[in-house]
């Protein structure tokens, strides 16, 4: 069965300031990996999704995130934060095959002026 | 495209009562879900369709959720009779199709408060 897990339920940054939010899964099988924002108030939106064609992913909004099967790590990074990046941050996997989607329990993303 | 739509947004009711929520999911996804996001959790699947037939329902609790998609389009959600745990953010998601790399849509949710 796969999993997930973010290392870190808040992380403030200031703006300006590299963000790095960690995700850690477990998979028996090459899994695929996805990034989810939520804004208050408001359903999940896709940001990226890995699907075993790059190992570096980018997504909406400027955010990136890198595939590492040694580490079974897909760590999310954007290089300048900004105030609207303020928002809670899914991580989540799915085995190959109808599994369902497993989601991490977050983390929260504060930026400070 | 429209994306997927549900209502309603907000519900308040008394422990014991029925709940009811409705989801239109986006127009040609043959796959819905339906979601528990309980406060400083991330989502957790309770039932998952493909068109109208159940494909996952392993932690959807029967003795007083329920679930349907007659039509293979809309959906409903019920709770009956509800309790304090179930007080939570149902959200609604649609795919073009399951066991693929197909991301999932979600709506707003509706978040829902028992007294």
């Known amino acids: 069965a796969q999993s997930v897990t973010q290392l870190g339920s808040h992380v403030s940054v200031s703006e300006g300031a590299l963000v790095l939010l960690r995700c850690n899964y477990s998979?028996?099988?090459?899994?695929?990996l996805f990034w989810y924002v939520q804004y208050p108030n408001q359903g999940l939106q896709l940001l990226l999704k890995y699907t075993s064609a790059a190992t570096l992913v980018k997504g909406i909004n400027g955010f990136e995130a890198e595939f590492k099967k040694s580490e079974t790590s897909f760590h999310l990074t954007k290089p300048s934060a900004h105030m609207s990046d303020a928002a809670e941050y899914f991580c989540a996997v799915r085995g190959q095959g109808a599994q369902k989607l497993v989601f991490g329990q977050g983390t929260r993303l504060t930026i400070n002026p | 495209e429209a994306g997927v739509a549900q209502s309603p947004r907000y519900k308040i009711i008394e422990k014991r009562q029925s709940v009811a929520f409705w989801c239109n999911p986006i127009?040609?996804?043959?796959?819905l879900y339906w979601y528990q996001q309980i406060l400083g959790q991330g989502p957790k699947l309770l039932i998952q369709f493909q068109n109208n037939g159940v494909v996952d329902d392993s932690q959807l609790p029967k003795d007083r959720f329920s679930a349907e998609r007659l039509k293979g389009v809309d959906s409903t959600l019920k709770i009956q009779p509800a309790k304090l745990e179930d007080s939570a953010v149902y959200l609604c998601?649609?795919?073009?199709?399951?066991?693929?790399?197909?991301?999932?849509?979600f709506g707003d949710g509706t978040r829902l408060s028992i007294l």
């Open positions: 998601a649609s795919s073009y199709e399951a066991g693929t790399n197909q991301p999932q849509h």
């Open positions: 998979s028996s099988v090459p899994p695929y």
């Open positions: 127009s040609g996804h043959a796959t």
